[in-house]
């Protein structure tokens, strides 16, 4: 081992990053404040043990002992949590390796799908353009979720890049709402918009808010069994900028409130009737909303329907 590298082991905050979690979850810094209340310990084991025991021996051995013990506990804790966190950095990082190596073989897939359905090298009957429609669709759905995959790899490893320009967020809601209007009509729901007059821009990374807004609407229309209702509400409070989505679908379970911003989680009730779908959108709007400087929440009663909200501070 060179002496870089011996240096490298014992800087803390180098072995911290390779974790990607904070310094009060890091294995090699706990470590450390275990070592400094181990001392702590000690010194006090010695001073209660030389007031009340006159014996030096037995004060020794009850501070040895106090030690002992502290160390093999500290031990014990701080490798637990270097096998969590290195199962963390190895999960980040197999999502990372999957999204990029599924990128190039899967764009050559939908392009040559796309060229075959042109007709442009050779004429197809209608019996395969339908097998070819069904490829592309599914070929959409997983690029959407390699795209997914993309952006919450970005995020853990804090390479979400962001470009910040002023947006008039009501904009883009109705254009999410036009786009969104065929489905909407499908699945027999109403899509109501009604934004204060006059609302200032925000300074936002306008395809990021894009990614929030159109999970937010997709989520609200999705998981209504029909007919029903999405209503959308923008307005300024204070310096802040409120967006709500209010829908009359399935709700969220009570007990499964506590995991919704988490990946990968889907709630129990969604599952039985709705098998597309990933469970990352949720988690990636939160991410992005608290980068810019946001909050994110909801609530829901099961059954009635749910209400997402987001603030951006207006400047
Ligand atoms: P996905 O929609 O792909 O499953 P999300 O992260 O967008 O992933 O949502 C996570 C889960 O949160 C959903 O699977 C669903 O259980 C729940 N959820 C989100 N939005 C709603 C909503 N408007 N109504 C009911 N449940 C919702």
């Known amino acids: 081992m060179s002496l870089k590298e011996i240096f490298a082991q014992l800087n803390i905050f180098t072995q911290c990053g390779k974790y990607g979690v904070s310094l009060w979850q890091c294995p090699q810094f706990l470590f450390l404040i275990m070592g400094v209340v181990i001392i702590g310990s000690t010194l006090a084991a010695y001073a209660i043990g030389s007031r009340y ?67 442009r090298i050779g004429q197809i009957e209608e019996k395969q353009l339908e097998y070819f ?9 997983m690029k959407e979720l390699v795209s997914d995959l993309l952006t919450v790899s970005r995020i853990e490893t804090a390479e979400l890049p962001t470009k910040k320009e002023e947006c008039h967020l009501e904009d883009i809601i109705k254009d999410f ?31 990021q808010i894009k990614l929030v807004i159109e999970n937010l609407l997709d989520n609200a229309i999705r998981y209504i069994k029909e007919p029903g209702k999405v209503e959308i509400r923008l307005e300024r409070q204070n310096e802040q900028l409120y967006f709500e989505i209010k829908d009359t679908g399935v709700g969220i379970p009570k007990d499964d409130q506590k995991y919704i911003f988490q990946k990968f989680f889907r709630s129990e009730n969604i599952m039985r009737h709705q098998t597309q779908g ?9 991410a992005i909303i608290e980068k810019l ?5 909801f609530k829901s009663q099961e059954g009635k329907g749910s209400t997402f909200y987001f603030t951006l501070p207006i400047k």
């Open 53 to 119: 025991i006159e014996e030096p021996q037995i004060v020794a051995l009850i501070v040895l002992v106090v030690t002992a013990v502290l160390f093999m506990v500290a031990a014990s804790i701080t490798r637990s949590f270097e096998r969590l966190a290195e199962a963390n950095r190895m999960k980040s990082e197999f999502v990372s390796v999957v999204s990029h190596q599924l990128r190039s073989p899967l764009s050559n897939f939908r392009w040559a799908i796309e060229l075959l359905m042109s007709g």
């Open 293 to 297: 400087g946001g909050k994110i929440g």
């Open 133 to 141: 429609k069904i490829l592309k669709e599914n070929s959409n759905r």
């Open 177 to 207: 709402i036009k786009e969104f209007q065929p489905f909407a009509t499908a699945s027999n729901v109403e899509i109501a918009f009604k934004p204060q007059l006059n609302l200032p821009k925000v300074l936002v990374d306008a395809s």
């Open 278 to 286: 990933t469970g990352l959108g949720l988690y990636i709007a939160r």
